[in-house]
């Protein structure tokens, strides 16, 4: 069956760099792969959506790319600032069009 | 307010008192789910509904039932809830179709003693 791995269980910047997330799948290309943000204790919200035929999306501060050839989704935060800091999750869809399968997270944590 | 909500948020209870956490979402949404969250193992899927009456078994489904009567509601039963369900559960909604972008609850904090 399909998995999910986020290479980091944490990622340490500073306010201002580029954060980099990674998000690898092991098997077949997904049709999409998503991006959620967690704060503690709270359910996660969504990011961002790329389409397996997208090389890559943008919103505001936020670029996702899908490298189907890598297996490989990168989530960056630009001009990153202490507010960013948070469990980020990616996540796809199993195959079965509704069974959802999770990454364990990114926490990120941006120092001032 | 588009929402979804689950309740109870916190809830402690002993082994094999059945319960039900309820789920509602008012955004005439029909796809729903629920996941557990667990330190170390991350969101995993419990089971999902893409519509009325329609429900599927996601990753971790044992120990678990669910029912969709209505659109809006999509309640998880723990028939004989045991310690190792003991968990952060979360429940969510989607339009269907590829475009799984979920719309999350804010959690229900559950203790099995």
């Known amino acids: 069956s399909q998995k999910i791995e986020q290479n980091s269980e944490a990622l340490n910047i500073q306010e201002g760099k580029t954060a980099t997330l990674t998000c690898n799948y092991t098997?077949?290309?997904?049709?999409?792969l998503q991006w959620y943000r967690q704060d503690p204790g709270r359910g996660p919200v969504f990011l961002l959506l790329?389409?397996?035929?997208?090389k890559e999306k943008r919103k505001e501060r936020l670029k996702v790319t899908f490298d189907t050839t890598l297996k490989q989704s990168l989530f960056h935060i630009t001009a990153s600032q202490p507010a960013d800091s948070a469990t980020y999750l990616c996540a796809l869809d199993e195959g079965s069009q509704g069974n959802l399968i999770f990454g364990k997270g990114t926490k990120l944590s941006v120092k001032p | 307010e588009a929402q979804v909500t689950q309740n109870p948020r916190y809830l402690i209870t002993v082994t094999g008192k059945k319960l039900t956490v309820t789920c509602s979402q008012n955004?005439?949404?029909?796809?729903m789910s629920w996941y557990r969250q667990d330190p170390g193992l991350g969101l995993r899927q419990i089971y999902y509904?893409?519509?009325?009456?329609?429900?599927d078994k996601g990753d971790v489904p044992e120990g678990y039932k669910v029912s969709r009567k209505e659109k809006r509601n999509f309640p998880l039963i723990l028939e004989s809830p045991s310690p190792n369900q003991t968990s952060l559960y979360f429940c969510?909604?989607?339009?269907?179709?590829?475009?799984?972008?979920?719309?999350f609850g804010p959690g229900t904090r559950l203790t099995v003693t």
């Open positions: 969510a909604s989607s339009l269907p179709g590829l475009v799984y972008e979920q719309y």
């Open positions: 955004m005439n949404h029909e796809y």
């Open positions: 790329i389409r397996e035929n997208e």
């Open positions: 098997n077949y290309s997904p049709a999409y």
């Open positions: 509904s893409m519509n009325v009456e329609v429900t």
